[in-house]
């Protein structure tokens, strides 16, 4: 049963529809308020993104360098988690070559830190758009904490060149 | 903003599906106008009766009629000729239009001006290996265009030249209507392939295209079906009136680079063709073949085609040598001179 409607995300929607691109930067990329590429400097990372309209997300990134992280956050406007039994997402994705995307909840913590909870599944890229859908049980994840200063949906892309489409993203809460 | 769109449906005996169709259109809210071109039905498509049914609304909806049923191409040009808006979509009877659709008219609506955009479809003989798409054979021109993935991006003349070799329309192009007009591009009035002319016209005499990879359409195909699609008696070979308008556009135009492309799927719709046809038609098949290829290709552009499409061309060979063997001469050896320059 439906217990609560889908996260308001509104920045979300409007980066959706608008159209949008731009140069990646080394460090941070900032697509829209609440959503940005972030990577590791070591990577020495270039390239673009692209949202068309009605698509979320284009991205081609080049890697000169060895590094830890590229990822893409959306911070969550989440209360407590206490009243929410599924996190979940629904995205569809597509790659020439199939490369792995790995996302993951991110919370933030009272000393400054952040802890990551995966979720099960990875999203895998492929030649042919394929949709995903994967959600966290939260009774599941005791190290989950139900309150946290901010919390992030962030999304692992690989730390090396690749080209990956996200058609869609959707985030609920039920 | 929004696309100021017209969806034109030829239609046959075929009211259950169409319904259908308009009354995705109506949720999607994706045309100004929808233009049913009825081709001779055997009890006439009635357009109140249709916005009742569909939900569609009755103002945006005309009903167009032939007497008689002369094929989808008549139909959709009769639809062609009626056409307002800046913008046409033609669409089948069974096809459905996806949210992706929508999405794309509303990137187009944005796009600065095109004379058409191609976009991709979901064939639903995909989805028996649980695939949502076109068929392979499609999708790997759409690679070798290097357009698989984007969702909407300028055709280069390269990239048309490998996009102008898919197998599946019209319903996967929305056109700028005034492209048509003025260049006086429409389907052939034939039973069959009536879209091919209307497709490779296009490709030649276009300025800007754009290519989407948003699944527009979902296209049916029931091989199993009664409709001309599934015909395979004379009138396949009407297939070649389609050939012969291209041809012409091409020995006028040849600086588009189409000419080989185009002749490459030429040998690969024979071929497809003499694989479903009646045997007893293959003579004619053979004959018909050779005579185009011997009128329109010169000996060196044949041995040209020979060297690139070595599978297809031997297959044609094989057709004309079993069926019209004393037009082979002509087709097997270019002469010594012309091979040079090849």
């Known amino acids: 049963m439906l217990t609560a409607p889908p996260l308001p995300l509104p920045d979300l929607a409007r980066f959706q529809r608008q159209d949008g691109a731009g140069a990646l930067a080394p460090e941070t990329t900032e697509l829209a308020p609440g959503l940005f590429l972030n990577a590791d400097p070591n990577l020495g990372l270039s390239g673009s993104w692209r949202s068309p309209p009605g698509r979320f997300l284009e ?14 956050h959306l911070a969550l406007p989440l209360g407590g988690l206490q009243d929410i039994t599924y996190l979940g997402y629904a995205c569809r994705a597509a790659g020439p070559a199939p490369w792995m995307i790995r996302p993951c909840l991110r919370s933030g913590t009272v000393d400054g830190g952040f802890t990551d909870t995966f979720f099960g599944k990875h999203i895998l890229a492929t030649e042919r758009p394929a949709s ?19 919390r992030e949906m962030v999304l692992f892309f690989p730390c090396e060149d690749f080209q990956i489409h996200l058609h869609h993203l959707y985030l609920f809460a039920l | 903003m929004t696309l100021d769109l017209t969806i034109a449906i030829p239609v046959r005996n075929d009211t259950g599906h169409l319904i259908q169709l308009l009354a995705s259109l109506a949720a999607l809210d994706l045309a100004r106008q929808v233009i049913v071109a009825d081709d001779g039905s055997d009890e006439p498509v009635a357009a109140a009766a249709l916005a009742r049914a569909s939900g569609f609304p009755a103002e945006r909806l005309a009903v167009l009629r032939l007497d008689r049923g002369r094929g989808a191409g008549a139909a959709r040009n009769l639809a062609l000729r009626a056409v307002r808006t800046r913008h046409l979509l033609f669409l089948d009877a069974d096809d459905r239009p996806t949210r992706e659709l929508r999405s794309l008219c509303a990137a187009l609506a944005q796009a600065g001006e095109f004379d058409f955009c191609i976009f991709q479809h979901h064939d639903s003989r995909l989805a028996k290996d649980r695939l949502f798409g076109q068929p392979c054979h499609d999708q790997a021109f759409w690679a070798a ?21 898919t197998a ?3 319903w996967n192009k929305i056109y700028r209507t005034e492209f048509l007009h003025a260049q006086g591009i429409t389907c052939t009035e034939i039973s069959v392939h009536n879209d091919v002319e209307l497709h490779w016209m296009s490709f030649l005499k276009a300025g800007r295209i754009l290519a989407s990879d948003h699944i527009g359409v979902v296209h049916f195909v029931d091989e199993a079906g009664q409709r001309l699609t599934n015909r395979f008696g004379p009138e ?19 600086e588009r680079g189409l000419g080989l492309p185009f002749y490459a799927f030429t040998l690969g719709l024979i071929g497809w063709i003499r694989d479903r046809m009646q045997p007893g038609l293959h003579p004619r098949l053979a004959a018909s073949a050779a005579g185009f290829l011997e009128h329109n290709r010169t000996a060196a552009q044949r041995a040209e085609l020979r060297r690139l499409q070595p599978e297809a061309y031997e297959r044609i060979l094989h057709l004309i040598a079993a069926h019209a063997p004393a037009n082979l001469p002509g087709l097997l050896e270019a002469p010594a001179a012309e091979r040079r320059r090849a």
Do not use: K
């Open chain 1, 59 to 72: 991205l081609e990134a080049r890697a000169t360098g060895r590094g830890g992280w590229m990822a893409l």
């Open chain 1, 132 to 150: 995903h859908l994967d959600a966290l049980y939260l009774d599941s994840c005791p190290e989950l904490p139900l309150a946290a200063p901010w």
């Open chain 2, 145 to 165: 265009a290097g357009l698989a993935r984007g969702a909407l991006a300028p055709v280069s003349d390269a990239a048309a030249a490998q996009l102008a070799q």
């Open chain 2, 168 to 170: 599946n329309y019209p």
């Open chain 2, 236 to 254: 396949r070979l009407q297939v070649f009136q389609a050939f012969e308008a291209v041809a012409q556009e091409i020995r006028r135009a040849p």
